[in-house]
């Protein structure tokens, strides 16, 4: 577990370092997820042992954005009079883009002939 | 006996109080969600903030105050986006298989997102900073701030309307996709990755693994894609 933690942390570190020392827009976790990624495919048997731990922190993903989102509550009067037209914008765009997505995937996954597995 | 105001002012001091409170509060939304059958709307997110945020309105606690003990769940974001590569290496070989279906879903999700943000609102007469704030909410938090910045929005309302935006994927993505008949855990997570970055994908992983570790890339993907395309399309409203 302390030896699992460790090593998101490291990798994250490296993402970090990565990002800043480039200026990339890319967040240092997303690099670090990638540098991860090419690790667990040289590793498959360290992938196996880090699996549970991975699986526990996820399932708890959730959880981990409840500070974020009780800072926005404090921000909320910031729509101040563009509040309603914000708020459709932001659900009807949403829906939109899940239903654009999902359809195009749908689509070309048929099309290509790679029906889910 | 110590009076209750020289404890309050210990717990006040201290991060033990909020970072408790968090824990509960989600605690107590996952309970209700569980409880209600698992229903969508039930979003462990949303009451564990709406109870959270009462609790700091009526004891008068700033958010700074709240963040030092809410700070080291916050902290566990970076790690746990590290570890979205394990459920993407369990899936390698599905990823690979659908890596076309994913770009043109990514390309044709990133803007649809950001263009009918901007249109709707744009219609509905929001104009100038409120309206550029608004082009990067599907991106993951730090991404879509950083754009915001760049293209002339406000980095604090960007991140009022990422959040908004993924508690709003994550309460409709499910009746949604169900009520469009899509059973492709591939395709739904992906899209709703891309819609709803982190929260969307956290709310995936609920469902279903699959749905989760292809989400966890709609999301890194479009953090990228949101900013090479917002720019553009902000350009095609001024």
């Known amino acids: 577990m302390i030896v699992h933690v460790s090593i998101f942390l490291l990798f994250q570190l490296a993402g970090e370092v990565t ?9 240092g976790p997303v690099l670090g997820m990638a540098y991860f990624l090419v690790f667990l495919v040289s590793a498959p048997k360290a992938a196996a042992s880090i699996r549970p731990t991975a699986q526990g922190l996820l399932s708890h993903l959730s959880l981990l954005f409840v500070p974020a989102g009780v800072g926005v509550v404090g921000h909320l009067e910031r729509l101040g009079s563009d509040g309603l037209p914000i708020l459709l914008a932001i659900v009807g765009s ?7 997505g ?14 889910d597995a | 006996m110590p009076e209750f105001a020289e404890i309050w002012t210990y717990l006040s001091q201290e991060p033990l ?3 408790t409170a968090t824990l509960v509060a989600y605690a107590i939304g996952d309970a209700a969600f569980r409880a209600s059958g698992r229903l969508p709307i ?27 003990g809410a700070q080291f769940v916050h902290f566990m974001l970076g790690p746990a986006t590290v570890a979205l590569a394990v459920p993407l290496y369990s899936n390698l070989a599905r990823v690979r298989a659908t890596a076309i279906p994913m770009l043109a879903a990514l390309f044709a999700g990133s ?3 950001i263009l009918s943000a901007i249109g709707i609102a744009w219609a509905l007469g929001v104009r100038g900073e409120t309206l550029l704030s608004l082009a990067p909410k599907s991106a993951t938090a730090p991404v879509a701030l950083g754009i915001s910045e760049a293209i002339g929005g406000s980095p604090t309302l960007t991140a009022v309307l990422v959040i908004l935006t993924g508690i709003t994927g994550a309460v409709i993505a499910t009746p949604l996709l169900n009520l469009m008949r899509i059973p492709d855990w591939r395709a739904r997570g992906f899209a709703v990755g891309v819609a709803s970055h982190g929260i969307g994908t956290a709310r995936a992983f609920q469902v279903n693994e699959t749905a989760g570790a292809f989400a966890g890339i709609g999301m890194g993907l479009n953090a990228l894609l949101t900013a090479l ?10």
């Not at chain 1, 949403?94 to 654009?100: G, N, S």
């Not at chain 2, 109870?51 to 606690?61: D, M, Q």
């Open chain 2, 111 to 113: 803007l649809t997102a």
């Open chain 2, 42 to 68: 039930v979003n462990p997110v949303l009451i564990a903030v709406v109870i959270l945020a009462g609790l700091l309105w009526v004891t008068g606690t700033p958010y700074g105050t709240y963040f030092e």
């Open chain 1, 94 to 100: 949403t829906a939109l883009a899940i239903i654009v």
């Open chain 2, 17 to 19: 109080l909020w970072l």
């Open chain 2, 229 to 238: 395309l917002a720019p553009v399309v902000i350009g095609w409203f001024l």
């Open chain 1, 102 to 115: 999902v359809l195009t995937f749908v689509g070309l996954a048929r099309l290509m002939g790679t029906p």
């Open chain 1, 19 to 27: 990002s800043r020392a480039l200026d990339l827009t890319v967040p």
